[in-house]
């Protein structure tokens, strides 16, 4: 199975900061990853897909990139409702595994 | 827009079975894959099973292989997740996530979760 870490676990920022989140996979994956948002009691919110592709909706500020076994989730101004946990997930390969999810919180 | 709608959670005891339904609307059904994906209490998100966009494809985590059953019903539009052998374990809200497409098989949209909490 691939295993996906994530880090950092947690982080404190504040509005308008630059926020930058990584999931490293066991083996190479090539870009089959996703990064999901998620708020308390709420359901996931998809935002991107194949490492770098927005899903509908989703803000310009939100960037995905790739590079080998590493992928990364920018966030380039932090806004108030983007105060959440963000997880990755791999997709090239059954199961699709997460990652163990990034709190962002606020400084 | 896509509409996904969890039904079918509960209170069981442990051993006994649930069936969990995911109602879709606002796409082309038949040309749709879904997963199933379960948080536990507090925890992070856990992968539970997928049936491709054909349905020629079917997976399950090695966690619920042979007790979980993942079908569709084309004509309610309808996903489903048939649960037995349940455990404490299993205790978590699921959600249901439609596939972006049959190559990118990610979630794009998904369900509001039913919570199901296995429980003597």
């Known amino acids: 199975d691939v295993q996906m870490s994530q880090f950092p676990s947690s982080l404190s920022a504040s509005v308008g900061d630059r926020v930058t989140i990584t999931c490293r996979a066991s083996?190479?994956?090539?870009?089959?990853v996703a990064w999901f948002q998620q708020k308390p009691g709420e359901a996931p919110r998809s935002l991107i897909y194949a490492a770098s592709n927005f899903q509908s909706g989703v803000p310009s500020r939100f960037r995905g990139s790739a590079s080998g076994t590493n992928f990364s989730l920018t966030i380039s101004s932090l806004q108030p409702e983007d105060f959440a946990t963000y997880y990755c997930q791999q997709y090239y390969s059954y199961p699709h595994t997460f990652g163990p999810g990034t709190k962002v919180d606020i400084k | 827009q896509v509409r996904l709608v969890e039904s079918g959670g509960g209170v069981v005891q442990p051993g006994r079975s649930l069936s969990l339904a995911c109602s879709a609307s606002?796409?082309?059904?038949?040309?749709?894959?879904m997963n199933w994906v379960r948080q536990a209490p507090g925890k992070g998100l856990e992968w539970v099973a997928s049936?491709?966009?054909?349905?020629?494809?079917?997976y399950y985590a090695d966690s619920v292989k042979g007790r979980f059953t993942i079908s569709r019903d084309s004509y309610r539009n309808t996903f489903y997740l048939q649960m037995s052998s349940l455990r404490s374990e299993d205790t978590a809200v699921y959600f249901c996530?439609?596939?972006?497409?049959?190559?990118?098989?990610?979630?794009?949209?998904w369900g509001q979760g039913t919570l199901v909490t296995v429980s003597s």
């Open positions: 083996q190479g994956i090539t870009n089959y």
């Open positions: 996530g439609k596939m972006s497409s049959p190559i990118h098989t990610t979630p794009d949209s």
């Open positions: 606002g796409f082309i059904f038949r040309g749709s894959g």
């Open positions: 049936f491709s966009h054909d349905g020629s494809k079917i």
